[in-house]
């Protein structure tokens, strides 16, 4: 399986500090991409980064890609607490084949 | 527009009983995923579609699972007879072009087999 796995499974933060996470996955891909969740809510997608790409910024937001490594992080700078979710990677296969498959997620707590 | 539409938002059936999932994808958009998430499994792909034809169908979990794209615009999962395992969140979400897209879900379908 290509599947994206996320580490850690959970992390807790005061606000104002920085969140890191990370995820690995096992294929080649076209493109990783992370999403966010909110406690009952579907996923919306935050960023996406390209098999040929190494770093992207979007706002508070920066991730970076080792295709070597096969992983990619997540950093969200001086977090608030409405950062307060679970996160995603996902990643898509450069087969002919083009689903999106996920990771089971990381649950951000940003403490006020 | 008014993004991924999914109906009904919950749904408690008793095992047994046939239930049924839509969606509704967002206009020009050509790839449908339907996904399953429960707390030990994560977020599952079931199966997607390309221009309503289905690609891959491969984590339908049994025959008793199957989904269905008749047009552009709808898109139902069907789980006939439903068993408590199959209690679960379902999202469907869609997309716009092959693989250098992001995917816009909806709000989910909870469903509870007791």
């Known amino acids: 399986s290509q599947q994206g796995e996320e580490d850690p499974q959970a992390l807790s933060i005061q606000e104002g500090e920085n969140a890191t996470m990370n995820c690995s996955y096992k294929?080649?891909?076209?493109?990783l991409q992370w999403y966010r969740q909110n406690s009952g809510r579907g996923l919306v997608h935050l960023i996406l980064i390209r098999s040929n790409e190494r770093e992207k910024h979007s706002g508070r937001l920066r991730v970076t890609l080792d295709t070597s490594k096969k992983s990619s992080s997540l950093l969200i700078t001086a977090s608030r607490a409405a950062d307060t979710a679970s996160y995603f990677c996902?990643?898509?296969?450069?087969?002919?084949?083009?689903?999106?498959?996920f990771g089971k997620g990381i649950t951000l707590s940003v403490r006020p | 527009d008014a993004g991924v539409i999914q109906s009904p938002r919950h749904e408690v059936t008793e095992m047994g009983q046939e239930v049924t999932l839509r969606c509704k994808p967002i206009?020009?958009?050509?790839?449908l995923f339907w996904y399953r998430q429960t707390m030990m499994r994560g977020l599952e792909l079931l199966i997607y579609?390309?221009?309503?034809?289905?690609?891959?169908d491969s984590g339908m979990p049994e025959d008793r699972f199957s989904a269905k794209m008749p047009n552009a615009s709808f898109s139902t999962l069907k789980i006939q007879p439903s068993e408590p395992r199959d209690s679960a969140v379902y999202f469907c979400a869609s997309s716009q072009g092959a693989r250098g897209t992001e995917a816009f879900f909806g709000q989910g379908t909870r469903l509870t087999v007791v």
């Open positions: 294929t080649s891909i076209n493109n």
């Open positions: 206009s020009g958009h050509d790839y």
């Open positions: 996902a990643t898509r296969y450069t087969g002919a084949n083009s689903k999106l498959t």
């Open positions: 579609f390309n221009n309503n034809v289905p690609i891959d």
